[in-house]
């Protein structure tokens, strides 16, 4: 149950809303009236917000408080005995007999108090309220309003559409004066630009803008009609105006035209129509490599920043990440969507988006591969415009894997491989260069040695194309460091070479030399040699056991000596000294690469075979010339252009008058210099307002012609240079002259 100070309370603020809609009303009367006089909806806001202002300052609701209240509802309910205010005061500090009186008001006060009435004038404000907007109703539905519009800022003289008669002839009955002019522009909701109205004729908006015209004169026209690029559109008569409305999606020039009520035909001035584009976002990714490359046993993380920007507003932005796994035939691709980590805002011109990615996390492998790029969409409708960042790279390095071996026959992709191999051996010996100060020396030590481990297995891959025997096999174990008791190993023994016959070493049988083969040749002498010897390809040779030709071996037993400077130092814990080796060894296998590609065969001309009986006969009777006859004349460009302007040099000499068939050829030239026009609106538009006027007119006068012959001679481009020879036809006379002039000048 409330207390007698919550009710009185509650009467306050139940009073100062009433003043407030007071105010309210006041107000969106006043506007909604100016609104319907002017139609100008930013005076309306105008008059609201000065109309609120000034009730606000003479109602001044916040000066009702508690007091007031009190001594206006003692005022009205005789029942309280004047006594209310004790319903303000703690018990505590009231007597007995003033708690008695303060329990009679709250029961007095919570009788009354809904039959008493807050001292306003909210009905006979309502019936003002209602009664302006009325009034400004039926002002404007019986055209009372229209006399107002001439209180609107005047057009300048400069903008005002000025009408030509069409034809040179006297007029009938005088020309209908325009008296107003306005031009509507409401931009695509998704820019957010409010629609606007100009008396400017010249159009300049976003694509997909919908653009509205709108003409009055001060007496009656048969017809009205827009003109552009060739095509004419009729304008509706709407309460006494001509209007056209159209959606801008090209660049362009119109015009508008219109017939009087006898027949004239009368043209205005040409006016341009710029249509702006709305442009891709644009992303941009500071700070963020474009190869990121990670060892196993670290942190595997990408932080970036990414800035987006729009012209009028981003609607989405995401990153497309695709994860390679498997080399050859076998490789898999799994693409996901990553969101950024703080929500895109849609709407906002600018985002500055933040995002970590985890290849842990991604469920990538040792040599896994990862790639990424940032897509972004603006507010565009009905389709987005959609802008990609670079792609960006990842990987987890898989130091290990030396690609296929050569089992059988030629693997497809082997060099690749290889050369991938010694590159990351490189880098990651310039990476431990210079991390010389930064980590320990033991940490140091082990990784030269294990970068020489990979150094040597690299040299033993290469060296099995040279026909060389394996060293055996790779075992974890060679990382050991070095100065370790190598009779401590053992040396590794063969299961089976006591049951095998080692034609390469050094036994009772290898040793027969070849001496005896020397003394059998000799004592054979003369004796034949294999015919097939020189034809066939002996696998046995170790010399002609490999994948290339002599001079590729010869590079590849250079390349497999520099690696072993290259494993020699990195063992010795001297990378820098290793790194120059290390380049020397990829640029000899960069150039192997290059020779050992493989081409296709190029199949040549197989000619006819040659009858012999006709050999040499000198026959030729059969023998034809072939003959091509081909037309390389250049098409003209601006071809009525270029006639246009001899033209007019007739006409303006007076040697002729305008025809039909002249009349046709100065209309295809505007068309000529319209798609010039186009790309140059302020360049081109005067001439070729002044071209649609002659090709209309039946005698334009000598003045105008001139001018046109101006302008499409500074429209044309010049002529290409010919080359040539010139001729010169200078006498003794003529030079004498010149001398002269010289002299005397």
Wanted: negative net charge; glycine residues 6%.
């Amino acid at each position: 149950m409330k207390t007698g100070r919550e009710k009185l309370v509650g009467f306050q603020k139940r009073w100062q809303l009433m003043l407030y809609a007071e105010i309210f009303l006041y107000a969106i009367g006043a506007a909604v009236l100016i609104a319907f006089l002017f139609q100008n909806i930013i005076l309306s806001i105008a008059i609201f917000m000065l109309v609120a202002a000034v009730f606000t300052l003479t109602l001044r609701p916040w000066e009702v408080t508690l007091e007031r209240v009190i001594t206006f509802v003692d005022r009205e309910v005789d029942a309280l005995e004047y006594s209310s205010g004790l319903l303000l005061l703690p018990q505590a500090q009231l007597s007995g007999l003033a708690q008695l009186q303060q329990q009679r008001v709250a029961g007095q006060l919570e009788e009354q108090i809904k039959t008493v009435q807050p001292e306003t004038n909210l009905l006979r404000v309502a019936i003002i309220s209602g009664s302006l907007i009325l009034l400004g109703f039926l002002l404007y539905q019986f055209g009372v309003t229209d006399q107002f519009k001439s209180s609107q800022p005047s057009v300048e003289q400069e903008e005002i559409i000025v009408f030509k008669p069409a034809d040179s002839t006297a007029a009938k009955i005088p020309q209908p004066k325009l008296v107003s002019q306005k031009v509507t522009i409401t931009y695509p909701a998704y820019t957010g630009i409010a629609a606007f109205t100009t008396n400017k004729m010249d159009i300049e908006a976003v694509e997909g803008s919908r653009i509205t015209w709108q003409i009055r004169f001060d007496a009656e026209v048969d017809s009205a009609q827009m003109e552009s690029m060739g095509t004419r559109y009729p304008m509706e008569l709407n309460e006494k105006a001509y209007s056209r409305t159209s959606v801008l999606n090209n660049s362009g020039f119109y015009n508008f035209r219109f017939k009087d009520t006898a027949g004239g035909s009368y043209v205005s001035d040409l006016y341009s129509i710029e249509v702006t584009k709305d442009r891709d976002p644009v992303i941009e990714v500071p700070d963020l490599k474009q190869f990121n490359s990670f060892n196993f046993d670290e942190d595997k993380n990408i932080s970036f920043h990414s800035i987006i920007t729009d012209d009028f507003g981003i609607a989405d932005a995401y990153i497309i990440a695709t994860v390679s796994k498997g080399t050859g035939e076998s490789v898999k691709f799994r693409e996901e969507k990553l969101d950024f980590e703080s929500g895109v805002q849609r709407g906002s011109k600018k985002l500055e988006l933040s995002k970590g990615i985890n290849l842990d996390n991604m469920k990538m492998e040792p040599g896994d591969e990862l790639y990424f790029y940032i897509e972004a969409r603006d507010l565009k409708e009905p389709q987005a415009n959609v802008a990609r960042s670079e792609t960006y790279f990842a990987v987890i390095k898989d130091t290990l894997d030396y690609g296929e071996g050569v089992e059988g026959t030629m693997g497809v992709d082997l060099m690749p491989a290889y050369f991938r191999s010694q590159r990351q051996l490189i880098i990651d010996t310039e990476e431990l260069i210079s991390q010389r100060n930064k980590v320990p020396k033991d940490v140091f030590n082990t990784t030269s040695n294990n970068l020489g481990f990979d150094q040597k297995a690299l040299r033993i891959k290469y060296g099995e194309f040279m026909g060389d025997e394996s060293e055996g096999s790779m075992d974890v174990s060679d990382r050991e460091m070095p100065g370790a008791d190598e009779d401590e190993k053992g040396e590794e023994q063969d299961p089976l070479a006591e049951f095998t016959h080692d034609h390469d070493g050094d036994n009772e049988h290898n040793l027969v030399v070849q001496d005896d083969h020397d003394h059998e040749e000799e004592e054979e002498g003369s004796e034949a040699k294999d015919p097939l010897a020189e034809f066939l390809h002996d696998h046995g040779d170790p010399e002609s056991s490999t994948l290339f030709t002599d001079n590729l071996k010869s590079k590849l037993r250079q390349a497999l000596s520099i690696m072993w400077d290259a494993e020699l130092h990195l063992r010795l814990y001297e990378p820098e000294k290793s790194l120059p080796y290390q380049y020397q060894a990829l640029a000899l296998i960069q150039e192997i690469k290059n020779s050992a590609r493989i081409y296709v065969h190029r199949i040549g001309y197989d000619p006819a075979p040659i009858k012999e009986e006709v050999r040499l006969t000198g026959n030729i009777d059969e023998v034809f010339n072939v003959q091509k006859t081909e037309d390389l004349e250049e098409e003209s460009k601006y071809a009525f252009m270029r006639r246009s302007v001899l033209r007019l040099e007739e006409l303006i000499s007076g040697e002729s008058k305008i025809t039909a068939e002249d009349r046709k050829i100065f209309e295809q030239a505007g068309n000529e210099l319209a798609e010039q026009a186009i790309e140059e609106p302020g360049k081109h538009l005067s001439t070729l307002q002044q071209i649609k006027w002659v090709s209309e007119e039946r005698q334009p006068e000598r003045e105008t012609l001139i001018e046109v012959q101006k302008g499409l001679l500074k429209a044309l481009p010049k002529p290409d240079a010919s080359p040539g020879k010139g001729e010169n036809y200078t006498g003794e006379i003529n030079k004498l002259f010149l001398k002269e002039l010289e002299l005397n000048d």
